[in-house]
């Protein structure tokens, strides 16, 4: 059977990117791409990469356009795509790329966001660890209808550190993440902090001193990873670096007293050893972003720093597909029972 799909949001970076993945999906039919201020335009005035959609035209994202496909994908700005909440009642399925739908507390989204608060989805991250027993979050996504994709730099710091939260062998109250990002994360509105003139040749960090809006969001996947209660602080640093896409995450958080280096170890293999797209590297290695470009797998380097009393984890994504798009439809795959790495590829791009 093949599904009936719409993109809203198409014009842009994680909209492209949907379509670009979904395009390679036997069991989908991209029948409906939209936008704003796009709307009217061909698909590849904008997405010039995807000749396979040239045949199609963005249309005005509205509740009538989007209705009646199978499944709907909302690319859209924070804040925008809620207000299609109710329009979409009768979708089979709908997923958001965007934030409004991430978040459990109402005064979490007040804190970062603003505005109306909607309720919280099934959060699209499966192999995020859920509580004690090694249960993960792919059980929630098994025949959900409403899915939150997760936030790219949420989604890397929760995958790096939530085996030793759940496993008891990491302080989660005290949190050290920098991250070297591209820019591609901040979507393709016009802003001088983004231009290439502002940012090649050098770092820029933003969002310093916990402002940046993914930290309830990494408090809150860590906290669902915490077999009991559990105090998750974090200082969280962003740094814009020259390169179009990619995070490198580097994280770091105080060993347990008791906890051995076997002990830490083992709770990241047990958590990912069997995972086709998250990926520990042996023993001394880590990653470049350069080797999950264009592919759905996030690569961890582990690394225990006794000196210092902390277990440093480094994981390296592409913001825009395990990050956002290739989470999303990863996610699709398990709600829709396909096998769950259709249309997605753990082989990166080099050079």
Same mark, same amino acid.
Request: glycine share 10%.
């Given at each position: 059977?093949? &599904?009936? +799909?719409?993109?809203? $949001? *198409? ?11 979904? !395009? @390679? ?54 804040g925008q795509s809620g207000q299609y909440t109710d329009a979409l009642a009768d979708t089979p399925l709908v997923i958001d790329a965007g934030a409004d739908h991430r978040l459990t507390s109402p005064a979490a989204w007040d804190a970062f966001y603003g505005g109306a608060f909607h309720e919280p989805w099934t959060y699209g991250?499966?192999? &995020?660890? +859920?509580?004690?027993? $090694? *249960? ?11 899915? !939150? @994709? ?134 001394g290695q880590f990653p470049r972003t350069a080797d999950v470009l264009g592919a759905n797998t996030a690569l961890v380097g582990l690394a225990i720093d006794r000196p210092a009393g902390r277990v440093v984890v480094v994981t390296a994504v592409d913001n825009l597909v395990k990050g956002t798009a290739g989470a999303a439809i ?22």
């Amino acid at each position: 059977m093949t &599904l009936s +799909v719409a993109v809203s $949001g *198409a014009s842009g970076y994680a909209g492209g990117e949907i379509l670009r993945l979904l !395009a @390679a999906h036997p069991d989908i039919r991209i029948t409906t791409v939209t936008a704003h201020s796009n709307a009217g335009d061909a698909l590849v005035q904008h997405q010039p990469h995807l000749r396979s959609l040239a045949h199609l035209t963005l249309q005005p994202t509205t509740p009538d356009v989007l209705a009646g496909h199978d499944v709907v994908f909302l690319a859209l700005p924070h804040g925008q795509s809620g207000q299609y909440t109710d329009a979409l009642a009768d979708t089979p399925l709908v997923i958001d790329a965007g934030a409004d739908h991430r978040l459990t507390s109402p005064a979490a989204w007040d804190a970062f966001y603003g505005g109306a608060f909607h309720e919280p989805w099934t959060y699209g991250v499966p192999e &995020l660890l +859920v509580g004690a027993g $090694g *249960a993960k979050q792919r059980d929630a996504l098994v025949g959900a209808s409403r899915i !939150a @994709a997760p936030g790219c730099n949420a989604s890397t710091v929760a995958l790096s550190l939530a085996p030793g939260v759940a496993a008891g062998v990491i302080d989660p109250s005290d949190i050290v993440s920098v991250l070297a990002v591209g820019p591609s994360g901040a979507g393709k509105s016009l802003k001088t902090t983004l231009l290439a003139s502002e940012i090649l040749g050098s770092a820029n960090p933003y969002a310093v001193g916990g402002t940046h809006r993914h930290i309830p969001e990494i408090q809150q996947a860590l906290a669902a990873a915490a077999p009991a209660a559990a105090d998750v602080r974090i200082s969280f640093t962003p740094v814009l670096v020259p390169m179009a896409r990619g995070i490198l995450a580097t994280s770091t958080a105080p060993i347990v007293d008791g906890a051995t280096d076997a002990e830490i170890r083992a709770a990241w293999e047990d958590a990912y050893g069997s995972e086709t797209f998250v990926q520990l590297l042996p023993e001394g290695q880590f990653p470049r972003t350069a080797d999950v470009l264009g592919a759905n797998t996030a690569l961890v380097g582990l690394a225990i720093d006794r000196p210092a009393g902390r277990v440093v984890v480094v994981t390296a994504v592409d913001n825009l597909v395990k990050g956002t798009a290739g989470a999303a439809i990863q996610s699709m795959n398990i709600a829709l029972g396909l096998p769950e790495a259709t249309g997605l590829t753990v082989n990166g791009v080099a050079p």
